[in-house]
């Protein structure tokens, strides 16, 4: 019998949309972070106003559903190297501390050569809290490149700290001592797009903080095709060597479907930043299209079984 696992939306609409008395959030909001602590859902998503420029705000929930927000966000731009926006956050708890990964686009841009993005650069960045509200800044992974999608493990690896980024077109793995200093000799390509499989052949990069389980790291993750469509996949990683890719099943999980997934600011997208499990399910938070955010979910055991065993 032949293991397949398509993630469940919840019901049919978004759970959260843009915000329209909101100045900085009437746009789109979207790529939301979600972690579970104290018994809550906490989530901080992207948000997109007036002016375009992504802010980072905050939610909290006890059902995961059902959602209050902070009227005011709780990271925005503060110079040249984010004034255009502080996007895709990713939140991990680890040994007591929150951080917070996110890309920062700015007007400047310090690497060799042309500018990676139109008018300025990206910065992979890390940022640090006790409160989830308030973050420090503590500075990117790497500088000067087109690089993304990064997430820090949630402890660490043989005595160091471990994430994951997105060197296009592949998935990298990175080691720190410090959260600060990662150094380029110990970065590794892990995978990359599949030429021959179709929804992952041009781009692939990682999704929510990885998942352990006893069988190894299981790691949501996102690709696009030529036609630009988003599409959601899973890979299994070694517990105590996540640079090796045990399994990596061919088919992806989920892929745009409703109206407000195939149409929006960015058409035929689902993006997610998480994937937080709570009793045994996987909430997988999702924007739809760069514009609103959605929710599906499955069983870890059927993850974990379709991971395993899915050609
Ligand atoms: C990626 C990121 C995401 C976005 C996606 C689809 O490069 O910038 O924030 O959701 O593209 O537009």
């Not at 915000?19 to 939301?32: G, K, L, Q, R, V």
């Amino acid at each position: 019998m032949e293991i397949t696992v398509k993630l469940q939306r919840y019901g049919q609409t978004p759970i959260l949309l843009p915000d329209p008395a909101s100045d900085w959030e009437c746009t789109n909001i979207f790529n939301p972070s979600v972690i579970y602590h104290g018994g809550l859902f906490h989530m901080h998503y992207r948000a997109q106003g007036f002016d375009w420029i992504s802010r980072i705000g905050y939610a909290v929930s006890a059902d995961g559903v059902h959602w209050n927000r902070l009227r005011r966000p709780v990271l925005e731009p503060v110079d040249g190297s984010d004034a255009r926006g502080v996007e895709d956050p990713r939140v991990v708890e680890l040994e007591g501390v929150f951080y917070m990964t996110y890309t920062a686009y700015g007007r400047e841009f310090h690497g060799r050569g042309e500018p990676t993005h139109a008018g300025g650069g990206i910065l992979p960045m890390i940022a640090a809290s006790s409160n989830l509200i308030t973050w420090e800044r503590m500075g990117p992974l790497v500088r000067g490149e087109d690089n993304k999608d990064h997430v820090l493990f949630p402890r660490k690896i043989n005595g160091r700290y471990a994430a994951l980024h997105r060197r296009r077109p592949a998935v990298w793995l990175a080691w720190s001592d410090d959260l600060r200093t990662w150094p380029e000799a110990d970065m590794a390509p892990i995978y990359g797009p599949r030429a021959e499989n179709g929804w992952d052949s041009v781009s692939v990069g990682n999704n929510g903080t990885p998942i352990e389980t006893p069988q190894g790291w299981l790691q949501v993750n996102h690709a696009y095709d030529q036609d630009h469509v988003y599409r959601l996949g899973v890979a299994l990683l070694d517990l105590d060597d996540p640079t090796r890719v045990m399994r990596r099943p061919a088919a992806p999980i989920f892929w745009p479907e409703e109206m407000w997934e195939l149409r929006g600011d960015v058409p035929n997208v689902v993006f997610s930043n998480a994937n937080p499990v709570v009793d045994g399910t996987v909430y997988v938070y999702y924007g739809g299209a760069d514009h609103v955010i959605g929710l599906a979910t499955c069983r870890l055991d059927d993850l974990l079984a379709y991971a395993l065993h899915a050609p």
